[in-house]
């Protein structure tokens, strides 16, 4: 090169490579991946597409499917793993009271597609009495009889009488996965829920009345008398009164409680107890809201036997300041 001074020749080396004649450039470089799925809808059964679809890696795991794997390049260079699956399907119909019921069978263990409602329509005489039991409509033990005619119907009211609603349909579910739809369920155990509520409905406040007035009766006796003041006395204590009366409201609420599924009982083993095995064993009785009324009810009336002793002269509890 030239010096741009004295104009003559030489050699420098080149302060960026220092010689080398190699440049060093670091870069951070984030990728990004795009993955999809595609398939040739061409050559798949119409109701086997939606299904591979929304759930196709489970239909493997569970071998409705065979699966072959082989990676492959894309034609825009990118890479692919191509699957060749196999599964048997095939159109069925079968019979139910003479009616036909036509399905599609799907993969290695025949699952069936398409497939009707068809239990709504068997079941719709019970649906119909049910739903009149809910209505309060006529003898309500008589039409939950009569629609547990129906097996479906009859295991629908054993479980909702012995386990919340929401648990209840799922149990049913999994004793029926086919022929009747979620929504039917659902409602189902609902009607079922309002149906026996309505069987033991008067006798259930009719236990609450009872079970109250004797808890009454208890709270008068331990008030009016020298038994309660004899025992805030030992105890010399207001917490200790305090934890005393939650526990008298408590014993109350149990009772009532007690009360309220004993009168109920008689009901609902008029209305289930064919459900049963054995008609001896526990009828599942629901206490509901009245269960509720009783634990209100018992420490109502407590307070009320409270408030009399302070008028009357008997000695009142140390932590009652109501004037």
């Not at 010689?19 to 990728?31: D, E, M, N, Q, R």
């Not at 060749?84 to 399905?103: D, E, H, L, R, W």
Request: one cysteine or more.
């Amino acid at each position: 090169m030239t010096c741009r001074q004295c104009r003559g020749n030489g050699n420098i080396k080149c302060d960026p490579c220092k010689g080398g004649g190699l440049f060093t450039k670091i870069v951070s470089v984030l990728p990004v991946i795009k993955t999809l799925f595609e398939m040739n809808r061409a050559d798949l059964p119409d109701g086997a597409i939606g299904l591979i679809e929304r759930s196709g890696s489970r239909l493997v795991e569970r071998d409705h499917i065979d699966i072959q794997t082989e990676p492959v390049t894309r034609k825009d260079g990118g890479l692919a793993i191509q699957y060749q699956a196999q599964f048997p399907y095939g159109k069925i119909t079968f019979s139910i009271n003479g009616k036909p019921v036509s399905a599609d069978l799907f993969g290695n263990k025949a699952k069936l597609l398409k497939l009707k409602p068809f239990l709504e329509d068997l079941i719709k005489p019970g649906i119909e009495s049910l739903k009149k039991a809910a209505n309060n409509d006529g003898v309500v033990a008589n039409q939950i009889k009569k629609a547990s005619g129906h097996k479906l119907i009859g295991q629908a009211i054993l479980l909702t009488a012995t386990m919340p609603k929401k648990q209840a349909v799922m149990a049913l579910k999994k004793k029926y996965p086919l022929g009747i739809s979620n929504k039917a369920l659902q409602s189902l155990i609902k009607t079922a829920d309002q149906a026996i509520g309505n069987v033991t409905r008067r006798p259930r406040y009719i236990g609450l009345a009872i079970g109250l007035c004797a808890s009454g009766v208890a709270y008068t006796g331990l008030l009016l008398t020298k038994t309660y003041a004899n025992l805030a006395i030992s105890l010399n204590n207001p917490a200790l009164e305090m934890a005393l009366a939650a526990v008298l409201i408590a014993a109350g609420g149990g009772l009532t409680h007690y009360t309220i599924k004993l009168t109920a009982k008689k009901s609902m083993t008029h209305a289930i107890g064919h459900l049963m095995k054995n008609r001896q064993s526990n009828i599942p009785t629901k206490t509901r809201t009245s269960g509720l009324y009783a634990y209100i009810g018992a420490a109502l009336l407590f307070l009320i036997m409270v408030e009399i002793t302070r008028h009357i002269g008997t000695a009142t509890p140390a932590w009652y300041f109501l004037k």
